[in-house]
């Protein structure tokens, strides 16, 4: 189960995830956050994965799908909150990591 929050603040789009994102789930990310990425314009993108407990191929290919959404509009994307564990797993996405939120968004307004 993945409960996806999402929040809008000084032209950054704030995504929180809970639980794990794998095949079962990753819709969510498809079928909710990219529309609204596209439909929107949103430039610029965090993923906050303090409460990401797992992810799998199809997990780490929709955080793809939201990046090249991102892309589009010719924004930036950033992760933050990204245990060590993910880190591995998530190294072939090759996207900015921060430590936190307000971390994030320095590196994406700089």
Sequence with gaps: ?????????KGILYVRLKGILDRKVCYKINNYVVPIILKHKVKYLVFNLYDLEGIDEAGLDSLL???????????????CEVSDYLRLKMKRLRMRVASNELAAYHLIHI
């Design 65 to 79: 799908n939201a990046k090249c959404a991102i892309r589009t509009n010719k924004g930036k994307i950033c992760l």
């Design 1 to 9: 189960m993945l409960k996806v929050d999402m929040e809008y603040e």
